[in-house]
Structures are given as structure tokens and as C-alpha cells.
């Protein structure tokens, strides 16, 4: 099978650029898209034919993919499920997958389908909306899927090949596991970046030199604290347990550096924070 | 007055980038260079005759740059006030400046020279050594310098002129003040980044998974955890108090939000961190 008309629900930076390339990729398919706030006519996004409803979205669609926040994404779950036609395989964008792949089971029943696979492109900005959006987002970038067996083999293979068109690469994974590892890769470093930049904004707000003396490579390391909280509270609060996991290895950590500043005990971990970046990641470089 | 004859002791990354960005600047002046592991010939430092010790270098002199580690300044310090001429104003590029200024204060007694002002270019590279140096690298950099008055104006300000026409931007400030900064803006993101890649390595030992789906953004985010020990354990032990000051409000910080991931309350601190990153580090961009 091959998909033809799709439906992209929230067409903001992740929607807009997995549209992009999907248009790109396959120039003859539909592109229905709904965003309560919809891009300017000048912004490219690769749908090209916007509705006024999800509902009207899901119409007649065989691949929708739900690009809202988390919140939203629950919310039109089971919309989704009443709606769309027996043949659509239903899929998500995001950031945390056990929370919306429980309301895709309770909501998913029929077996002739439609069909829901859970999504999570890895790949960002910090900045926001269609307008930041860029075909080449998601060029390389690991893509997780989490299908849990429920959906025909066909549409998941149709559905890979669609994402490995647009650029990305399908990894398969469970649910679980995935909020596990991304709340290590991505939740934390996230809720770091903000403590950091929180703490030195009020330092900085004591003393300017502060800012003034901060080199270029604070901007990079800070990168992800420019990414606003509307996003992240949904995927804060829905991969909590996780995250506070994270939070209390990363703190004793700390802990323990702090302890061992002034012997040369740190030797250890800063070999395997250097082997991690440069070996372990080198697939991103 | 002007600086004619430069000594730079210690001629890696630091060393070699300032002496590329003074020779370019100032291409009439002499550049001694001393380093117990010298460049290859083809490698391009600024440096135009290197010699067999630091003593060679600091004899005839004007202005020498000790940008060796923090340990190996130390031990530098009172055998520049030896032997430099009185002439010369020594400086030096070590990462904290309370006990490298107050060795100097102890060293460099005679009112009539040599003289001391503790230096600190706010530039680097998670690179090493003279093969990673760019003639760039301070360019727009701020460049801390600590004085505390005893240096005569006049080599203060051939010194900041100097380091302007090399590309970077004096400001001055006094050594406490310096490192309680740095632990944060620095010191304090290298350990977290250093806890954090650590943590991910262990993470990913145990499930290989975790590296897979690690996006690019993770690569940015953790690049100051691929500089090596041996340059850190130096900068933490000569500014522990700092550092661990530092660490201790971050902990307490990530407990608050480990508290907080399910409430709304974290609005503040993201938005707080969002303004350090765009609105005060803007000078960066």
C-alpha cells in the first residue's frame, strides 16, 4: 500500500517540516492540514489544502499524523479513532509516547482498523511554529516508532519507507522504553539547561560582568533553554516519573563531584562523558 | 609605549591562537616561544624563534604570556619576577585568577618592574593543543584582566591595546569577582556537562538504544564535555570553593523542579532562562 492523502493535524515546526518533506519526497499526494492558528499563505508548510476542523482533516484521510503538543495529542486520540476511515494508519509526534500509546489502545479497538502507530521524530529547534520549519528537519535524524504490534505489517512498512523518503530513520521501539531513554537524552538535559540559565540569569541580574564576560560557547550549550515552556510542560508532566529518575542520579552526581573537586578522582567520568559525545554519538556528526 | 619582544610560555590552543592573532596584528614584533612539547615546524603559531626554557623566553623580553595549565602558572610566576626585565609586564591566561594573583603579589615585589596583571581570554575549544589554534579564536572575545592596580597605566593600556588590535575586548575586574563568575558561567557547565555525559554513557552501556535516538542537538549540548581532564583538574582545585557554591544552588534547584514537573510552577524558571540566553548573552550572536 501507499499512502495518498494525508492529514497533518498542528502544522507548526515539527507538522510543517515533516510536510515539507513528505511533499518533497512525494510530490502527487494531498496534504490536508488544521492549526488553530494557521501558517501565513506565504509560508511553506506542503499542505495544500487547509480545513477548518480536525475533524474535516481526518475525512477521507489514510495517513494522519497528529504534530500537536502532548496535551493535544490525547485529546484527539480517540477523536481519531471514531473518525478516521478504517484504511488511515494514525500516528503522533510527541516527546513522550507510554501516556498517548494508552489512550491509542483504549481508543484503537476495532481491529479492521484505523490503526494508530506512536511517533517521535528526534529532531528540533528552539525555535517555534511553521515558520521555522525545514524540509531537511528531519535529514538523518532518528525517528522512534512504537507500534506495539497493533497496526498490519503493510501500513507500518508503508509508513517507514514514507519517513525514510522524507530523510528520517525508523527505529522501533516500546513505549516504555522510549520514555525511559528520551527522558535521559532530552527531558533532562532540558530541565539542566533551564536550572543553568535560570541560576545565571540571576546572577546576572546582581552583576552584569556576568553576561558581559560569557563567551560564545555558553549560547551553544545553552541552546535548548530558549525552547519556551508551552511545549515542555505537557511532556514534563507526562513523563514525570522518568524524568525525576534523571533528576536524582544526575543530583548525586553533583553530589559526589562536588566532594572530589580537589583530588583527581574525576578522571573516570570525564573519560566517559568524552567517550560518550565522541564515540558513542559519533553517528550525528 | 609598545610592545617589541613577546614571549609566549606555553604555546597550545591558547598560545598559539594569540600569537597567531598578534602576529597578523603586529607583524614587526619578535615572538619567543617555549613549550616542552613545540609544535611541528609546519604548524603555525605566531611564534618566530623558539627556545630550549622558559628562562630563554623571559630573558629580553617585554611582554611574556605564561599560557601553560593552571599548576604549571603557578610554578612560572616567581621565577618570571626573577628574571624578566623590568621592563616587562607578565600576564598569563590560566582559567582562575585568585591564586594566580596571589602568587604574583607574593613574586613580584619591586614597584619598578617586572609587573604583573593576571589575564584570562573568555575563548576556548573542547580541541587541544597548537593544531587546533585559529588567529580567530578571541575574535570579539571578551578578555579578563586582573591588575589590582599595580601594574604603571601606561603597560596596562599597551597591553589592552594590544589585545584589541589581536581582536578581543578588555575588561577588567578583580580576581574574586572573576572566579565566583567563571565558576558559574564555566566551571559550573563543564561539571554538569561532564555529569551528564557520564551519566548518559553508563546509560548507554547498558542500553545501546539510548545512543541511537540521541539527536544532533545532543552533540552541541554536551561539546564541553570532550575537553580532557588534564586541563580541568587544575581550574577545580584552584577555584573548588566557587565551583562547589555553584554546584550547590543547581542541585538545589534541580530538586525544586524534580518536585515540580507536574504543576505549572516552572513557567518562571524557563522563562527566566530563555531571557539569559536571548536577552543577555545577545552580545554572543
Not at 508551552?230 to 513523563?239: A, F, P, Q, Y
Request: hydrophobic share 45%; aromatic share 4%; proline share 7%.
Amino acid at each position: 500500500m501507499e499512502f495518498s492523502r494525508l492529514a497533518i493535524v498542528g502544522v507548526g515546526l515539527i507538522g510543517a517540516s515533516l510536510g515539507r518533506a513528505i511533499r518533497r519526497a512525494r510530490p502527487g499526494v494531498e496534504i490536508r492540514g488544521y492549526d488553530p492558528r494557521p501558517a501565513p499563505a506565504n509560508v511553506p508548510t506542503g499542505v495544500d489544502r487547509w480545513v477548518a476542523s480536525p475533524e474535516a482533516a481526518f475525512d477521507e484521510a489514510d495517513l494522519v499524523v497528529l504534530a500537536a503538543p502532548v496535551g493535544a495529542i490525547l485529546d484527539l486520540v480517540p477523536v481519531a479513532a471514531r473518525l478516521c476511515p478504517a484504511r488511515a494508519l494514525v500516528t503522533d509526534t510527541g516527546s513522550s509516547k507510554v501516556e498517548i500509546c494508552r489512550a491509542a489502545r483504549a481508543a484503537f479497538l476495532a481491529p479492521a482498523g484505523p490503526h494508530f502507530i506512536g511517533g517521535h521524530p528526534m529532531a528540533g529547534s528552539e525555535r517555534r511554529g511553521a515558520g521555522a520549519a525545514d524540509p531537511d528537519l528531519l535529514a538523518g535524524a532518528p525517528y522512534a516508532l512504537c507500534d506495539e504490534g497493533s497496526a498490519p505489517p503493510a501500513k507500518r512498512q508503508a509508513f517507514e519507507a514514507l519517513l525514510r523518503d522524507a530523510g528520517a530513520r525508523p527505529v522501533g521501539i516500546d513505549a516504555a522504553a522510549h520514555d525511559r531513554i528520551v527522558a535521559r537524552i532530552s527531558h533532562l538535559p532540558q530541565v539542566v539547561a533551564v536550572a543553568l540559565a535560570s541560576f545565571l540569569d540571576e546572577g546576572a541580574e546582581r552583576d552584569p560582568r556576568l553576561a558581559e564576560l560569557a563567551g560564545g560557547g555558553l549560547r551553544d550549550l545553552l541552546r535548548v533553554a530558549s525552547s519556551p515552556y508551552s511545549v515542555w510542560k505537557d511532556i514534563l508532566r507526562s513523563n514525570a516519573g522518568e524524568v525525576r529518575a534523571g533528576i536524582e542520579v544526575l543530583v548525586g552526581r553533583l553530589k559526589e563531584i562536588s566532594a572530589r573537586l580537589e583530588d583527581e578522582s574525576l578522571a573516570e567520568w570525564f573519560e566517559r562523558g568524552k567517550r560518550f559525545r565522541e564515540q558513542r554519538l559519533k553517528g550525528g556528526e
